[in-house]
């Protein structure tokens, strides 16, 4: 069984440009979390999706940013006009979204902007 | 979320066992305790989880104490692949997002 995959693991993109980061979630799970870990920091919550609905996206920045689960496909993670402070790890993780709050975690993208 | 509070840092020798200690003395009656880790630079990794049991996988156990305002996560036998930074959550049963702190970064020393 696959665990979590994220691609691209490295995305280097200059100023203004948009950054799109996908996340394919383990099979059977339909739940799907994002996070950030901006140089130096810890990581912070950005949103969570099941398919089609995002349910709580209370850590997402209220502009250019973001994020979608479709019915088919991965999890896109969409930043528009990237700026400098974006620069980070990002790291998605699914769960079955059951019973239990275990997430796996994917080995994140890392976002440079020039 | 209760918040959660640990100690910043802490070595341990290899083939000894680590305990991590973790204080959430604001944790709620429908709250469970997790701990993950992340490796430098990975995803962060589940390790395990309880409500009020102690609870024991294939990498660690978990010591709840009677009151639930602390807990302890002990790694039996420690070996430098366990050097990370471990993470003590407290947060409800499902669909939560996660709340990360500053977490403990763990040294194992040979």
């Known amino acids: 069984n696959a665990g979590v995959m994220q691609n691209p693991r490295h995305l280097v993109r200059r100023r203004g440009q948009e950054a799109r980061l996908r996340c394919s979630p383990m099979?059977?799970?339909?739940?799907v979390y994002w996070y950030r870990q901006l140089p130096e920091e810890g990581l912070k919550f950005m949103v969570y999706?099941?398919?089609?609905?995002?349910?709580?996206e209370s850590g997402m920045p209220k502009e250019r940013f973001s994020a979608e689960f479709p019915k088919e496909g991965p999890s896109i993670l969409r930043i528009q006009q990237v700026v400098r402070g974006d620069s980070a790890a990002y790291f998605c993780a699914s769960s079955p979204g059951s019973f239990t709050n275990e997430q796996f975690f994917g080995p994140g993208t890392r976002l440079t902007v020039l | 979320d209760a918040k959660t509070t640990q100690p910043t840092s802490m070595d341990c020798a290899e083939g000894r066992a680590a305990n991590l200690p973790c204080n959430h003395s604001?944790?709620?009656?429908?709250?469970?305790v997790y701990w993950y880790r992340q490796i430098h630079s990975q995803g962060p990794q589940y390790i395990i989880h309880g409500l009020k049991n102690n609870e024991t996988n294939e990498m660690a156990s978990l010591i709840i104490t009677e009151d639930r305002k602390s807990s302890t996560l002990i790694l039996p036998h420690a070996t430098l692949r366990d050097t990370a930074v471990y993470y003590c959550i407290v947060t409800k049963a499902a669909g939560n997002k996660l709340t990360f702190g500053g977490g403990t970064r763990v040294l194992v020393k040979p």
């Open positions: 999706l099941q398919k089609e609905n995002i349910i709580d």
């Open positions: 604001t944790i709620s009656g429908n709250e469970y």
């Open positions: 099979k059977g799970h339909s739940h």
